[in-house]
């Protein structure tokens, strides 16, 4: 299985804030990166894919960027509804498709 | 646009079979290139998926659940169903079906989701 790694599992940050979150994979995996922003109670919902792709209807202030093994997703200028859980998923190898253990971020 | 829901009991009884479909609204899941998945979710933890489907018939599993998963379709009724056997306290979790795209520049993400079934396991 390829592991997905991502850092740090928590912060709190307050809005207007730059926020990065990190994701490492155990393998190369080139760009088959996709980010997806869960709210409390509610599905994932998809934002980036091949790691930097914005989601048509998301907000530009989400960015993607990284290859192989190393990925950020950075949100430029944090807003209230931007606190929630962002998972990262790779899709290089399908057995098994893996997803990283979450972030969750949190009003400071 | 694609909706998603799923729908079962939300009830199992230990070492009985989790039975969940999927129906699909606004698309067809014999659309070409589009894999309808499984997801689930342990209360208050991450995402694993479960596996998935094509409209063909092929099947893709996670394999630390291969041995007691079915993914199946019924392109006639645009549903598609798991099947879970053996349940015990460890299966439960808010189940998501979901729809994946493998092509690029889509980078198989899932880009469809429903909004997730509660189960519990318990005698």
């Known amino acids: 299985d390829i592991q997905m790694t991502q850092s740090p599992s928590s912060l709190s940050a307050s809005v207007g804030d730059r926020v990065t979150i990190t994701c490492r994979a155990s393998?190369?995996?080139?760009?088959?990166l996709n980010w997806y922003q869960q709210k409390p109670g509610r599905a994932p919902e998809l934002l980036i894919y091949?790691?930097?792709s914005l989601r048509s209807g998301v907000s530009s202030r989400f960015s993607g960027s990284g290859s192989e093994t190393e990925f950020t997703l950075t949100i430029s200028s944090l807003q209230p509804e931007d606190f929630a859980t962002y998972y990262c998923?790779?899709?290089?190898?399908?057995?098994?498709?893996?997803f990283g253990g979450g972030t969750k971020v949190e009003i400071k | 646009q694609v909706q998603l829901q799923e729908s079962g009991p939300g009830l199992v009884k230990p070492s009985q079979t989790l039975s969940l479909t999927c129906s699909v609204s606004?698309?067809?899941?014999?659309?070409?290139?589009?894999?309808w998945s499984w997801i689930r979710q342990h209360p208050g933890k991450g995402l694993e998926w479960i596996g998935y489907?094509?409209?063909?018939?092929?099947?893709y599993y996670n394999p630390s659940l291969m041995s007691r998963v079915t993914i199946s379709a019924d392109t006639s009724e645009n549903q598609f169903s798991l099947r879970l056997t053996s349940v015990t306290a460890a299966d439960a979790a808010v189940y998501y079906c979901?729809?994946?795209?493998?092509?690029?520049?889509?980078?198989?993400?899932?880009?469809?989701w429903g909004q997730g079934a509660l189960v519990t396991v318990s005698s």
């Open positions: 998923q790779q899709s290089y190898s399908t057995f098994p498709l893996t």
């Open positions: 091949g790691a930097s």
């Open positions: 393998q190369t995996i080139t760009t088959y």
């Open positions: 489907m094509y409209y063909t018939g092929s099947t």
């Open positions: 606004g698309g067809s899941i014999s659309s070409d290139g589009y894999y």
């Open positions: 979901a729809r994946n795209d493998p092509r690029m520049p889509a980078a198989g993400s899932f880009d469809c």
